[in-house]
C-alpha cells in the first residue's frame, strides 16, 4: 500500500498542481475526450436500446415455446393445431396471427395486431389486463365471447386516449373494422411487445377480420420433458405423414437472429465511426502530456538528481495520460445523457429504415457498455501518453547542473517512423483482403485504424518535407515571416507533428464519409429511378408495413383487370422466406413488364443478353445483398420452398437492391405461375404506356379511376412521391453519421488551438528574440499565422489522401462485410471543394486564441522572467 | 354419426348433441406458477365457471340475465345414448366421474375426472356474429378436471385442462352410438356397454375402461332436479352410480393396474343457485350391501340445510328412491383444517336415512384432498375419497366413495 | 586502487563530451583522493571542468575514461538504478540555481528525496521540520518557492540535501545566486555541518567566501588539476 500511497503524493505534488495551474489547457483535453467519450458512449446506449427492444419484443411474441410450427411466405392450416396436439411430443400448441394495423384517423404509426386463442395460449405467453375493464367477464373471456373486441397496450391507449369501452376503427390491407375496446393491457409480458404498441385479439376475430379463414400464421409448440430431447429435424421426419408439404418446425430461437445481426453489424459500424471521435481526443492526451514533458524538462531532471527512478517518472506521466482519460469520462457522463436522447431516435429510426422494425422509449444504462467506454477511453488516454511518458523518462540527472543546456542533437526519428508508418498503411491493402469473422468485418476496422495511425506517424516526416519544400517557394510569395514559419514547420519535430495527426484523422474521415455517403446516395437514387420505377403504385392498406406478403384484395385484384388500356401494370407477389438465419424476400413480378419500363442495377451478368432468358423464367436474379449473404454467384442453384413448392432455378445475375433487409431474390410471375401455381399479386405499379402530355392530370385520373372500380381501401402512391420519399427517409438516416463526424472535427479544432497555443507559449522568449533583432509584431503574428496555416493545409492533404483510402475500405469492405451491399464508387468533388476550405477556415479560426496570446504581456517582463 | 357444425349454431334442443369435428385425447398440466384462474365448484359449477373464468364477483354474476338461455323447468325427457351428448344451449354441462380402485395387491387410489362445457353467451348473441364466421369462433368453453387420491401414500395430485369447443381442440361428438367428450388431450367416452376415461399430464395420467352394473339413475323427478325455489332452479341429473372399472393410473413413472368401482353424473342447466347459498355438500358412497346413496346439501349461511336439499336411494337392483330433505340428516362429528387455505372442513359425518335404516359415519381417507386454485386461491375446494360405516337395515356395512365440499375456504368470500 | 582510508577515489577521471566533429573535454586524466570529513573548496574558471566533476561525482554523469569510486561505489561500472540509489542515499546536491520544484512547498521539496528512497511522508515530516527549523525556515514551510527569496531557497535546497542524511554533500556555486550576506550564511551552513555534523563538503565556487573554511583546494584548468592547497 505504502509506495501507492507515496506515488499519489508525488503524483499530487508534482503533476495535479502544474495541471492546476494550467488548468485551461486541461480542462480543453478533457472537454476533447469527454466529447468523444459521450458519443462512444451515446451511440452504443442508443443502438443497444434498439437492439434490447427488437430482441425483447420478439421474445415476448415467441414466449416459451420449444419449436414453432410455419410454412415459409405462407400460413399454417389451423387444422393443424388439434393434430399436433394429439401427438406424444407435443404438451401444448398454440395458433398465432400477427399483422400491423392502423387506427383511422391515425395514419402515421401501424400497430401490431396479435390474434391468438386466450386458452390455449396461456402455457406460452404472458399477459395481464388492467383493472376497470369493460363488461363483467374477465377480459380473455371478453375477447373470445364478443367479436371484434381488443384488449390494447398501455402506450398505445394512452397516446390515442383510447379507454375500455370505447369503440375504435381498424384497418387492414382488406378492409376495415370497428373494435371495441376491452381492456387496457398491463406493462408487462405481450403488452411490452413491440415497445408497447400492440393490440390483442380473439383468433376468431382476426381471422373474420382479415378474411384468412382456416389459417394461422404459425403454431407454436411446447414439448412434453419426457419426449425431448429430440432434434426438431427428427421430430420433422418423424411427423412427415402428418405435416402438409413444405411446413417447417424451426427453433423459436431463430426468430429475428437475422434481424439481431443487422443490427449488430450498425452498432459496430457506428461504434468505429464514433470511437474515432475518441481516437481524434487521443491526440489532443498526446500533446498535452507531451507538452508537460517537454516544458518541465529542468524540473524531471531535478527530480532525477534528487533520487527518482526513470520508472517513476514514467508512471507519473502515465498516469497524467490517465487522469485526463478519467476526467474526460466523468464529464462525459452527463454529455451522454443529453446526447443519448437525440441519438436514440436517429439510431432507431435508421435501423427502423434500413434493417427492421424497432420501437424504442428508454435506455437502459448498462453496466457493461459502461465499463467498455470507461476502459476503452482510459486504454486511449493511456497509449497517447506512453510516448512523451517515455520522453520524459529518458530526461537525464545531469540537465539539472546546467542553466542553459546545450541543444541536444538527438537524431530525429522522422525517418525512422515513416518507415513504420508507411508500413502501417500498407498493411491496410492485405487487411481488406481478408474475410470477415462471423459475420463483423474485423480485418477491414484494423484496417481502417492501421491507416489512421499510419497517417499519424508519417506526419513529421511528411512535414519535413512539406516544410522543406514550400519555405523557399514562400520566400518569394509571402515575404520571410512565410519562409520563417516554413523552416518551423520543418523542424517541428514530433511533438507537433502529431498533433497535425489529430487533423488528419478527423479530415480523413470527412472525406471517406462524404464519399460514402454520397455513392450510397448516388447508387440509391439509381436504384430508385430504374428498379423501383412506374407511375403509380397500388396496394391493400397496410400491406407495404406487412411485407406485401398477403394476396391484394379481390376487389382490386379485379378492378385493376378492367383498367384504362393505356397503362401497363407489373404486378408483383412477395414471399418471406428465409435461408439458414438470413430472412429475405422472393419478389415475383411481371419481368417483361417491367423490364419495358425499368430497369435493374447491375452487379454481375448482361443484362442485354439475359433479358429474354429472365422473362422466358430460366433463371432468378439476386441482389447482392442475398449473394454476399449466401454466397450464391452467378450460374449457382437457387433453391428455396415457398409455401408447398420446392424451387430450384439457376442464378442468372446479380442486382443491387436496398430496400429493408436487403435480400431479394426476383422471378417472373408467370413463369411461377406455369412452373408451381398462381401467387396471385399483393401489389402493382402501374406505367403509362406513354406518357402523357399533362401527366398531373393523367395521374389524378387514372386514381379516380382505380378507386371507382376497386374502392378506396388501398393505398397509392404516385411513383414520384415514393422514390422522393424513399431518397428522404435515407438522407434523414445519415444524421447520425454526420452529428458524429462534427464532433470529430470539432475536437480536431480543439486539437489546433491547444497545439498552437502552446506553441506560441513555449516560443514567447524566441519571439522577443526576434522583437529585439528588429522584427515587427506584425511580423511575429504573421509568421504564427503562417505556421497554423502550413500545419493545417499539410494535415488537410495528408487527411484527404488518407481519406479516399478510407473510403474505398468502407464501401468496399466494411459496407459489403457488414450488410452485404457495396455501392457505385463516386466522389462528390462539389461538396469535398467547398467543404476542405471551410475546413481550413475553421482550424484557423481555432488558431486564432493562439496568435492572440503573443503579446498579451510585455516583452520585458518575460525577458526578466527567463 | 350425427353431423353438427358449431354448437351453438344448433337449434337448441335437449338430446342433440355438440358436435366439434376431430378426436381429442391425452392432458395437460397447467404450471400452478401461472395466473391459472380455472378450477371448479362441482355443485356450484355455474360459479366456477364465471368465477374461474373471470375475476368478477358474485353479484354480478347473480344478476346476469339468464335470458335467451334455455332453461331446465320440468321433466327432461332424457333419452340415449343421446343425452349422453352435450346440450349447448344450456349455460352449464358436465360429464363427471369418480371412483375407488386398488391394486391386486389393495393399494388403494381415489380418481376423478370431469368435463365441464360452460356456454359464454346467450344463444341470441349469435346475431351478432359476422356473416361468415371464423371456425375457432364458439360459445363453448371446455374444462377438465383430473385428480389422483394415492391413499397409501398420502398424496393428491390434480390437474386440469382447457380449451375452447372450436377447431378440434374441444368438444362433444356423437356416432354410432357412442359420445366423446373431448378437451385438448383428455377424452371421456361413452358406449353402449363401456365408458373409457383418458386424461394424461406430465405427473400423472388415467386410461380406464368402465362398465355399468347398474342402469341409468334418473334423478329427482325422472331427472328433474330441484336446487331452490323457483321451478327453474333446477337441473337435469342423471347418474350411473355403479360402473365396474379397470386400467391403469400412472403416478410420475410409477404405473398401477387397478381395478374398482366408478360413479359418473351428467348434469345440465341454465339458472344459478339462489343468493343465500353459502356452499354445497355432495356425497356418492357405494355400500357393500349393493346400495348407492347420493345426498346433495345445499348449506345457508347459518349452517342449516336449504329445503331443496335432496338425494336419491339406489338399490341392488338399481331401483332409485328419490330422498327429500327431510328423508335425511347429515350431521359433521370432526373437522379438519387445511394447511394450504386456512379453510375448515368437515371430514367425518353422520348419516341417517331414518326411513330405509341407514346410520352410517363417513370418513375422508385421506385429510388433504384439497383443490387448490390460482396464486391467490381464489377458488378453493375439497373433494376427496370417502369411507363409509355403520349399519343398514340392521346389518353392518360399508362403503366407499367421493364427497365434494365447496365454500369452506376464503375463496367463496372473494365470490361474495 | 582503492583505499580505504579515502571516501572519493579518482583514477584518471576522464570526461569527453563529443560535440558534432570536435570534442570537448570536462575532465582530462583527473587523480582525486578526498578522505570523510573534509571540506574541500573546488575553483576555476568557467568550463574549467568544475561542473563536470560534481556532476561525476554526484552520480548525475558518467566518466568517459579512468575510475571513481565514492563511499564504496564504483561509478564508472554502476547502473543506472546503484546510480539512482546512490543519489538518494550518498550524496547531498546544493545547486546554483537551487532547482525546487516550482509546485512543491519548502516541506514537500526537503522531504522529497526521503520520500523517492521510499520513506513514508509522515516518518520524515518530522525531520524535516527538525531541519526547517534548524535552518530558520520554519515559518516558510508551506511556501511555494516563488514566495521565498534567494536565501531562503538555498536554505531549502540545503534542507533537501540533507533529508537522507548523506555522507557527502556536493554544492554547485551555493552563492552564485546569493547577495553578500545571504552567500556568506550559506557558507557557514556548509561549514557547520562539515564540522559538527562530520558531513564530507564539496564546493565548487568562482568566490572566496568558503576559502576560510576549506580543509582542502582545488584548483582546475582545462579540465585539469592547476594546483591544491
Known amino acids: 500500500m505504502r509506495p501507492i500511497a507515496l506515488f499519489f503524493r508525488l503524483f499530487v505534488w508534482f503533476s495535479w498542481r502544474h495541471f492546476m495551474k494550467h488548468r485551461v489547457r486541461a480542462l480543453i483535453v478533457v472537454a476533447g475526450i469527454a466529447l468523444g467519450a459521450s458519443v462512444f458512449t451515446s451511440v452504443r446506449l442508443s443502438v443497444h436500446a434498439s437492439l434490447n427492444s427488437f430482441t425483447k419484443s420478439i421474445d415476448l411474441i415467441t414466449g416459451r415455446s420449444d419449436a414453432v410450427l410455419s410454412l415459409p411466405g405462407g400460413r399454417v392450416p389451423e387444422d393443424l393445431l388439434p393434430a399436433v396436439l394429439q401427438q406424444p411430443e407435443v404438451s401444448h400448441a398454440s395458433a398465432l396471427m400477427t399483422t400491423y394495423v392502423k387506427a383511422a384517423g391515425d395514419e402515421m404509426e401501424p400497430f401490431l395486431l396479435i390474434g391468438f386463442d386466450p386458452l390455449s395460449d396461456r402455457p406460452f405467453r404472458d399477459w395481464e389486463a388492467q383493472r376497470g375493464t369493460a363488461g363483467s367477464d374477465s377480459p380473455w373471456l371478453g375477447l373470445m365471447a364478443d367479436p371484434f373486441t381488443v384488449l390494447l397496450s398501455e402506450p398505445l391507449a394512452r397516446r390515442h386516449g383510447w379507454q375500455a369501452g370505447d369503440n375504435l376503427t381498424l384497418a387492414h390491407d382488406r378492409d376495415h373494422a370497428i373494435f371495441r375496446v376491452l381492456g387496457i393491457l398491463k406493462p408487462e409480458g405481450l403488452g411490452l411487445a413491440e415497445g408497447g404498441r400492440v393490440a390483442l385479439t380473439d383468433v376468431a376475430t382476426f381471422q373474420e377480420f382479415s378474411g384468412l379463414h382456416g389459417v394461422v400464421d404459425r403454431i407454436d409448440l411446447k414439448l412434453t420433458a419426457a419426449v425431448s430431447p429430440v432434434s426438431l429435424e427428427e421430430l420433422g421426419r418423424q411427423w412427415a405423414d402428418l405435416l402438409p408439404e413444405g411446413l417447417q418446425i424451426t427453433s423459436p430461437s431463430e426468430a429475428g437472429e437475422s434481424g439481431r445481426s443487422m443490427i449488430r453489424a450498425y452498432q459496430l459500424n457506428l461504434s468505429i465511426l464514433s470511437f474515432a471521435s475518441l481516437f481524434v481526443g487521443m491526440f489532443l492526451v498526446y500533446s498535452l502530456v507531451a507538452l508537460n514533458a517537454a516544458s518541465r524538462r529542468h524540473e524531471l531532471a531535478v527530480m532525477r538528481a534528487t533520487g527518482a527512478s526513470p520508472g517513476l517518472v514514467f508512471a507519473l506521466f502515465l498516469t497524467e495520460g490517465v487522469l485526463l482519460g478519467a476526467g474526460g469520462w466523468l464529464a462525459a457522463i452527463p454529455l451522454s445523457g443529453l446526447l443519448v436522447s437525440y441519438m436514440l431516435r436517429g439510431v432507431s429510426q435508421t435501423i427502423s429504415t434500413l434493417f427492421v422494425r424497432v420501437h424504442v422509449d428508454t435506455v437502459f444504462l448498462q453496466p457493461w457498455e459502461v465499463l467498455l467506454s470507461f476502459g476503452v477511453t482510459l486504454l486511449i488516454s493511456l497509449l497517447a501518453a506512453v510516448q512523451p511518458a517515455r520522453e520524459a523518462m529518458l530526461v537525464e540527472a545531469g540537465e539539472a547542473l546546467t542553466t542553459a543546456r546545450l541543444q541536444r542533437s538527438r537524431k530525429d526519428s522522422a525517418g525512422k517512423m515513416a518507415g513504420v508508418s508507411l508500413a502501417l498503411i500498407g498493411a491496410a491493402v492485405p487487411l481488406s483482403r481478408l474475410p470477415a469473422v462471423a459475420g463483423i468485418p474485423l480485418a477491414g476496422y484494423v484496417a481502417i485504424l492501421s491507416l489512421f495511425v499510419g497517417f499519424a506517424m508519417l506526419a513529421p516526416w511528411g512535414l519535413q518535407r512539406f516544410g522543406a519544400t514550400v519555405s523557399p517557394m514562400l520566400n518569394r510569395l509571402a515575404g520571410v515571416p512565410a519562409t520563417l514559419a516554413g523552416r518551423y514547420v520543418r523542424d517541428s519535430g514530433t511533438r507537433t507533428a502529431i498533433s497535425v495527426g489529430a487533423l488528419i484523422t478527423a479530415v480523413s474521415l470527412f472525406t471517406a464519409l462524404v464519399i460514402m455517403v454520397h455513392s450510397f446516395r448516388e447508387t440509391v437514387q439509381l436504384w430508385v429511378h430504374q428498379t423501383v420505377s412506374g407511375d403509380l403504385f397500388v396496394a391493400g392498406k397496410l400491406s407495404a408495413v406487412n411485407h406485401f406478403r398477403d394476396p391484394a384484395p379481390e376487389r382490386l385484384r379485379k378492378g385493376l383487370l378492367r383498367l384504362t388500356a393505356s397503362v401497363e401494370p407489373v404486378r408483383s407477389r412477395r414471399f418471406g422466406l428465409k435461408t439458414g438465419n438470413f430472412d429475405y424476400e422472393l419478389d415475383l413480378l411481371d419481368l417483361g413488364s417491367f423490364l419495358r419500363h425499368g430497369r435493374f442495377v447491375w452487379v454481375d451478368g448482361n443484362p442485354k443478353a439475359l433479358q429474354s432468358r429472365l422473362i422466358d423464367g430460366e433463371g432468378v436474379l439476386i441482389s447482392e445483398v442475398f449473394a454476399n449473404r449466401t454466397g450464391l454467384e452467378v450460374g449457382d442453384r437457387y433453391v428455396a420452398q415457398v409455401e408447398h413448392f420446392a424451387v430450384e432455378l439457376p442464378v442468372l445475375g446479380i442486382v443491387r437492391d436496398y430496400r429493408t433487409r436487403g435480400g431479394v431474390v426476383f422471378y417472373d410471375r408467370a413463369a411461377f405461375t406455369m412452373r408451381y401455381a398462381d401467387p396471385s399479386w399483393s401489389t402493382v405499379r402501374l406505367f403509362f404506356r406513354q406518357r402523357p402530355e399533362d401527366f398531373d392530370a393523367a395521374l389524378t385520373a387514372l386514381r379516380r379511376e382505380i378507386i371507382d372500380r376497386c374502392g378506396s381501401h388501398l393505398e397509392m402512391v404516385a411513383g414520384e412521391e415514393l422514390r422522393a420519399a424513399i431518397l428522404r427517409i435515407f438522407d434523414e438516416t445519415f444524421t447520425v453519421t454526420f452529428v458524429l463526424l462534427l464532433i470529430a472535427l470539432s475536437i480536431a479544432a480543439l486539437g489546433i488551438t491547444t497545439t498552437l497555443a502552446v506553441q506560441v507559449l513555449e516560443r514567447l522568449p524566441q519571439f522577443n528574440t526576434m522583437i529585439a533583432v528588429g522584427a515587427a509584431v506584425e511580423q511575429v503574428r504573421s509568421m504564427v499565422f503562417w505556421e497554423a496555416l502550413l500545419l493545417i493545409t499539410a494535415g488537410e492533404i495528408a487527411g484527404l489522401m488518407c481519406g479516399f483510402l478510407l473510403s474505398y475500405l468502407l464501401i468496399y469492405v466494411v459496407n459489403v462485410q457488414s450488410f452485404g451491399w457495396s455501392f457505385i464508387y463516386s466522389v462528390n468533388w462539389k461538396a469535398l471543394a467547398a467543404s476542405l476550405p471551410l475546413i481550413v477556415g475553421t482550424a484557423l479560426l481555432a488558431a486564432l486564441p493562439a496568435i492572440r496570446l503573443i503579446f498579451r504581456q510585455p516583452p520585458a517582463i518575460l525577458l526578466r522572467d527567463r | 354419426m350425427t353431423t353438427t357444425g358449431s354448437s351453438s349454431s344448433l337449434p337448441e334442443k335437449n338430446g342433440s348433441g355438440v358436435i366439434q369435428k376431430g378426436p381429442g385425447s391425452g392432458g395437460s398440466r397447467v404450471d400452478k406458477n401461472r395466473p391459472a384462474r380455472l378450477r371448479r365448484f362441482r355443485s356450484v359449477v355455474l360459479w366456477v365457471c364465471l368465477a374461474a373464468l373471470s375475476t368478477v364477483n358474485f353479484d354480478a354474476v347473480a344478476q346476469q340475465s339468464e335470458a335467451g338461455y334455455l332453461s331446465v323447468t320440468g321433466p327432461c325427457h332424457l333419452g340415449f345414448p343421446e343425452d349422453h351428448g352435450a346440450h349447448p344451449g344450456f349455460r352449464t354441462e358436465w360429464w363427471y366421474y369418480t371412483g375407488n380402485l386398488q391394486t391386486a395387491g389393495q393399494r388403494s387410489f381415489g380418481y376423478q375426472l370431469t368435463i365441464f362445457r360452460r356456454r359464454i353467451r346467450p344463444p341470441a348473441a349469435q346475431q351478432g356474429w359476422p356473416e361468415s364466421p371464423s371456425h375457432w369462433r364458439t360459445q363453448q368453453i371446455f374444462l377438465g378436471h383430473a385428480a389422483v387420491t394415492d391413499i397409501a401414500g398420502a398424496r393428491h395430485v390434480f390437474s386440469e385442462s382447457i380449451a375452447r369447443g372450436a377447431v378440434g381442440l374441444a368438444g362433444v361428438r356423437q356416432s354410432d352410438g357412442r359420445t366423446t367428450v373431448f378437451v385438448n388431450k383428455w377424452l371421456i367416452d361413452i358406449g353402449p356397454d363401456s365408458h373409457r376415461l383418458v386424461a394424461a399430464t406430465e405427473d400423472f395420467s388415467l386410461d380406464l375402461q368402465l362398465h355399468p352394473a347398474k342402469p341409468i339413475v334418473l334423478h329427482g323427478d325422472r331427472g328433474y332436479s330441484r336446487k331452490g325455489d323457483g321451478a327453474q332452479r333446477a337441473s337435469c341429473y342423471y347418474s350411473f352410480s355403479r360402473l365396474q372399472t379397470a386400467g391403469h393410473i400412472r403416478l410420475k413413472d410409477k404405473r398401477f393396474e387397478l381395478t374398482g368401482s366408478s360413479w359418473m353424473d351428467h348434469e345440465f342447466s341454465t339458472a344459478s343457485l339462489q343468493p343465500g347459498i353459502s356452499g354445497w355438500d355432495w356425497f356418492s358412497l357405494q355400500l357393500d350391501n349393493g346400495m348407492d346413496v347420493m345426498i346433495y346439501l345445499l348449506r345457508q349461511p347459518d349452517g342449516v340445510y336449504h329445503p331443496a336439499s335432496s338425494g336419491t336411494l339406489i338399490d341392488t337392483g338399481g331401483r332409485s328412491i328419490h330422498l327429500t330433505a327431510s328423508d335425511f340428516k347429515v350431521s359433521v362429528l370432526d373437522t379438519w383444517k387445511s394447511p394450504h387455505s386456512r379453510a375448515r372442513y368437515p371430514s367425518a359425518w353422520t348419516v341417517r336415512i331414518g326411513r330405509h335404516a341407514i346410520d352410517i359415519t363417513v370418513n375422508s381417507r385421506l385429510a388433504d384432498q384439497e383443490m387448490l386454485t390460482g396464486p391467490a386461491a381464489e377458488v378453493t375446494y375439497w373433494e376427496g375419497s370417502v369411507f363409509a360405516s355403520g349399519t343398514a337395515e340392521g346389518l353392518p356395512v360399508e362403503g366407499k366413495g367421493y364427497a365434494e365440499l365447496t365454500g369452506y375456504a376464503g375463496g367463496m368470500e372473494a365470490l361474495k | ?229
Open chain 3, 1 to 229: 586502487m582503492t583505499d580505504g582510508n579515502f571516501l572519493i577515489q579518482a583514477h584518471q577521471l576522464t570526461r569527453i563530451y563529443p560535440m558534432g566533429r570536435t570534442d570537448v573535454i570536462g575532465i582530462n586524466r583527473l587523480d582525486l583522493e578526498i578522505a570523510p570529513g573534509e571540506l574541500v573548496v573546488i575553483k576555476g574558471n568557467s568550463g574549467s571542468g568544475k561542473s563536470t566533476l560534481l556532476s561525476l561525482l554526484a552520480g548525475l554523469d558518467r566518466p568517459t575514461g579512468g575510475g571513481l569510486t565514492v563511499a564504496g561505489v564504483d561509478l564508472a561500472a554502476a547502473t543506472e538504478s546503484l546510480l539512482t540509489r546512490y543519489r538518494r542515499s550518498v550524496i547531498g546536491m546544493v545547486f546554483q540555481n537551487f532547482n525546487l520544484l516550482p509546485t512543491l512547498t519548502v516541506m514537500e521539496n526537503a522531504c522529497l528525496p526521503a520520500l523517492l528512497a521510499g520513506t513514508a511522508y509522515e516518518q520524515v515530516a518530522g525531520k524535516a521540520v527538525d531541519l526547517l527549523r534548524w535552518l530558520g525556515l520554519e515559518h516558510r514551510k508551506d511556501h511555494l518557492p516563488s514566495q521565498l527569496s534567494g536565501g531562503e531557497l538555498q536554505r531549502t535546497a540545503i534542507a533537501r540535501a540533507l533529508i537522507n542524511q548523506p555522507q557527502i554533500i556536493l554544492a554547485d556555486e551555493p552563492t552564485g545566486n546569493l547577495d553578500s550576506r545571504n552567500g556568506k550564511a550559506v557558507v557557514e551552513l556548509l561549514a557547520g555541518l562539515n564540522r559538527d555534523r562530520q558531513r564530507t563538503v564539496i564546493i565548487a565556487t568562482h568566490s572566496n567566501l568558503a576559502d576560510p573554511h576549506a580543509t582542502c583546494m582545488i584548483h582546475l584548468k582545462d579540465g585539469e588539476i592547476a594546483g591544491r592547497a
